[in-house]
């Protein structure tokens, strides 16, 4: 994995840079020595890590932007970092860039229920979202795992799921505005409290964007009404073939669980070890299927989801009768990662969706992946919305493992291609599937995303290295050949 | 003038690579029946995309649907409901509100209203049009062709251009492809009516807040002709019978609007939502320009009350205040100082945008009919508009003269 090589002129600079930043940002804010840079040389894809030129911890919007110019007038390159939790490597620092740590955003600006919405700056942790709407009986939809710790800021540059986006949506859907600062320092603001865009949806860009295109120092969040109650179903099979097929027919009976999960058989024994959830330890694989909303249609859908389950051969099925077995059921879940950590000295966590119908095959071909990679796989899925969580076994003090892994799970993506799928359904491209998106996409389409890019950041200084396998400059990318007037094309209709 | 009608992917590109060369910019059209939205476009070519139709593939249970973009929204429509799903943003028909006939209205295209980003009453909990586009392809203002997003419902691979897309009238490129997310259709729904009630802001607000689920919430206050439905709250619930049963009866008990309920359900709650997304109050009055104001819901109704201090308006409500209709004479600016002067409220710092919806092609031409944005936000759109379509040969002007 290369990164764009660095500048010498601008680590010659490096002391100059400093001194400049330390008059931006007063006091403790920059930091300048290898020892405190070390803690952001890596985010949460450890096998990566690089010490930044320097970090700068801003805590006023005006701070941001006059860094961002500065950098902008000096062609200094920025990462931008929330908590660093990325798992694509979105926050991977560069040798001759600064790292601007959003953390010190942390507040929460405006709680307004009258609009059912959050104004927060960016280093809010999602989870404090929810804590500080739910004694109103509101919380914030998305939920990925790492909710305790990732941020708001850091959730809108990724376009974060979690477990119940089939039902509740991604950030993108859930967010109704951001303030954030160009790379020339210049502030704009997308969206506010009211519902859709006025011209471009700039906001639905920016969404999903992992840091390129601009610093977004304050989010509004819509926050809804908690569902009543949630009850949830534990399902076994005997073969991801039934559990597949059952997950299709939940859907193509109208139902939408708010969170609908399957494990495999390597996963549900790790999880089990680690927090003894009471999985069946007999099964190929594991559907969790929670439904929430009125009680009167939990019960209802509660039925219906049993007979389904029983019609595709379900060899065991249980259903939560209150609130501490729900939570039991989903411990495992939850614990899936950290439970494979303890199986494994390192693992990869993949990211790719598929087109539901595909699962067995997909599950099928990659156990032949893993033989000849001779490396073990667990699989966690988000079944609902078709997003596969592989998690590669490795041990990184083996020499030649931690390329092996790398490659297997390259193929385990292309394969997700090839089926329908995509690279990545809610961790981001970052550095980690960077090289693969010309599997996914041929050079018209990643110039066509990349001149969004130019519109926003002509010199390509946030982030560079980070979502495009190639740099190209904003001149080249925007050259157009267009013949002289002339009819070229005698063939096409016209009338 | 000439008429493009490309038959396939290949031909469009050859068709904007054209107008291109000849530095004659193309109005896009398909069914044709949103012309009357937005900047009025006088263009030396016209592309008619009505060739790119036909659904592609449609897998129920995967949830997701790809149609060749000028796919009339009648035939998707009909696929969706034979599997009991449907587009769950409520594609609005404005036909009738834009003085159409029915044959006409009725080649509403899925494109169409994915361009325009058209949703309707279920905006606020199933999201706009934008929230349920995938993916496409397409060719933009270079000539070329290019796709981006997926055919899965749950993908961040690259920068989301489908949200870029919507919205954008035919700015930045002509779709020929559209992949959607489809879901399942309610079993059963149920509208509440409440007449009359103390504070039609304050009821809606409730009943948004309450974990009861409302789908839809809108106010039409006198004088905002619906037939059966003046000066009333409607409040609608979607789901399993025995949910919305349930919820029915929670939703009232909670409500502390001190008005007796009427239940409507079947055709008539159908019908009454399509009225409400479709502008049908102000179908009739044919002299009055349209406004559809987005703004923090908990302003609507007094939006409402500072415009008619200044206009002769007829209003209603929509997305539990968010949305706010309001017809007014077409003289002068037709109504547009005034309405955007209150969006932006007494303190200056309200958020929102104000669309001028209808209006006579004059009217159309002499003030914006879309928000002016702050400098910086136009200039950065004014880049991301050269991104695409560097030659400004695709709807130029249609946004707003540099849109």
């Known amino acids: 994995m290369k990164m764009p090589a660095p500048d010498a002129a601008v680590l010659q600079r490096r002391s100059e840079i400093i001194e400049a930043l330390r008059r931006i940002v007063p006091g403790e804010a920059v930091i300048a020595s290898e020892a405190e840079r070390r803690a952001y040389e890596s985010d949460g894809l450890t096998a990566y890590h690089q010490l930044p030129m320097v970090v700068v911890l801003p805590s006023r919007v005006e701070e941001v932007a006059a860094v961002l110019r500065y950098c902008s007038e000096l062609g200094v390159k920025v990462v931008p970092r929330g908590a660093g939790t990325s798992l694509s490597g979105g926050a991977l620092p560069l040798a001759d860039g600064v790292l601007l740590g959003m953390a010190r955003f942390n507040r929460i600006l405006d709680i307004d229920y009258d609009n059912r919405c959050v104004t927060a700056q960016p280093g809010v942790t999602n989870l404090a979202l929810t804590q500080a709407v739910e004694r109103a009986g509101f919380y914030y939809a998305p939920d990925p795992s790492s909710q305790i710790a990732c941020t708001i800021g850091g959730n809108v540059a990724e376009n974060s799921g979690g477990v119940h986006c089939l039902k509740y949506g991604l950030t993108t859907n859930n967010i109704l505005g951001v303030e954030m600062v160009l790379i020339d320092g210049e502030m704009v603001r997308l969206g506010g409290k009211h519902f859709d865009a006025d011209g471009y949806d700039l906001l639905g860009v920016v969404t999903g964007s992992e840091g390129l295109l601009g610093i977004v120092t304050e989010v509004t969040v819509r926050i809804l009404p908690k569902p009543s109650a949630a009850r949830a179903l534990l399902i076994g099979f005997a073969t991801a073939e039934d559990a597949g097929e059952c997950v299709a027919a939940i859907i193509a009976a109208g139902i939408i669980p708010g969170g609908m999960e399957m494990m495999d058989r390597p996963a549900i024994h790790a999880a089990e070890a680690f927090v003894k959830a009471g999985y069946p330890l007999d099964v190929e694989a594991l559907l969790i299927v929670e439904l ?77 992946l893993s033989d000849r990679y001779g490396l073990g796989v667990a699989n966690v899925f988000h079944a609902g919305d078709g997003n596969l969580h592989p998690l590669i076994l490795y041990d990184a003090n083996q020499p030649g493992e931690i390329e092996r892994a790398e490659e297997f799970g390259a193929d385990i993506l292309r394969l997700c291609v090839e089926v329908g799928g995509v690279l990545t359904g809610e961790h981001g491209v970052g550095v980690e ?63 | 003038m000439t008429c493009f009608a490309p038959a396939d992917l290949n031909e469009l590109r050859d068709a904007i690579g054209e107008a291109l060369a000849a530095e004659e910019p193309l109005e896009l059209i398909a069914g044709g029946t949103k012309r009357g939205l937005g900047r009025p476009l006088q263009l030396p070519r016209t592309l008619d995309l009505s060739h790119l139709r036909g659904i592609r593939d449609y897998q129920p249970s995967e949830l ?27 594609p609005p028909d404005w036909g009738r509100l834009h003085g159409l006939a029915a044959s006409e209205a009725g080649r509403r295209t899925l494109g169409g209203a994915i361009a325009c980003n058209l949703s309707g009453p279920r905006r606020i909990r199933a999201g706009a ?84 689920e409302v789908s839809a919430a809108a106010y039409l206050p006198a004088g905002s002709a619906l037939s059966g439905f003046t000066e009333a709250v409607a409040l ?168």
């Open chain 1, 292 to 368: 929430d909303g009125a009680p009167a249609e939990i019960d209802d859908l509660i039925g219906r989801v049993d007979a389904l389950a029983r019609a595709h051969r379900a060899t065991t099925i249980r259903t939560s009768r209150d609130d501490a077995e729900r939570l039991a059921f989903w411990s495992g879940r939850k614990a899936a990662f950290p439970a494979v950590g303890r199986i494994s000295p390192d693992y990869f966590c993949m990211d790719g969706t598929i087109p539901r119908a595909r699962l067995a095959e997909v599950l099928t071909r990659m156990r032949g």
């Open chain 1, 433 to 495: 599937k960077r090289d693969l998106m010309g599997v996914m996409f041929n050079d018209s389409d990643l110039a066509h995303q990349q001149r969004l890019k130019c519109a926003f950041d002509p010199g390509g200084l946030l982030n560079p290295g980070k979502v495009f396998p190639q740099l190209h400059r904003c001149a080249e990318l925007g050259r157009l050949h267009v013949h002289a007037a002339r009819l070229p094309f005698p063939d096409l209709p016209r009338f």
């Open chain 2, 64 to 90: 997701v649907l790809t149609a060749g973009a000028a796919t009339p929204l009648a035939e998707i429509e009909a696929a969706l409901a034979e599997n009991r799903q449907m587009l769950a943003f409520e």
């Open chain 2, 129 to 212: 049009a934008r929230d349920h586009f995938l993916g496409f392809r397409g060719v933009s203002g270079r000539g070329e062709i290019f796709k981006s997003g997926g055919k899965v419902v749950k993908n961040v691979t690259g920068y989301d251009l489908s949200k870029l897309m919507a919205g954008s009238f035919g700015t930045l490129a002509a779709l020929e492809e559209v992949t959607i997310r489809v879901l399942p259709r309610p079993e059963h729904v149920a509208t509440l009516l409440l007449r009359r009630p103390t504070s039609a802001m304050q009821t809606m607000t409730q009943a948004l807040n309450s974990p009861h």
């Open chain 2, 236 to 403: 609608r619930l979607e789901g399993p019978e025995p949910s919305v049963a349930f919820r029915r009866e929670r939703l009232l008990a909670e409500l502390t609007t001190g008005c007796e309920p009427v239940v409507v359900e079947g055709e008539e709650s159908t019908a009454f939502w399509r009225a409400i997304g479709d502008a049908e109050p102000f179908a009739g009055l044919p002299d009055q320009v349209v406004w559809r104001v987005s703004l923090a819901p908990s302003r609507g109704a007094e939006f409402a009350a500072a415009i008619t201090h200044h206009l002769d308006a007829v209003w209603y409500l929509d997305w539990g205040g968010g949305l706010v209709w309001v017809a007014v004479p077409s003289a002068e600016d037709g109504g547009a100082a005034v309405i955007r002067a209150a969006l932006r409220g007494p303190d200056g710092r309200g958020t929102g945008h104000a669309a001028l919806i209808r209006g006579p092609v004059a009217l159309r031409r002499s003030i914006p009919v879309f928000e002016p944005q702050s400098p910086a936000l136009a200039a950065l759109a004014a880049r991301v508009k050269a991104a695409f379509d560097p030659r400004r040969i695709l709807n130029p002007g249609r946004l707003g003269e540099d849109g």
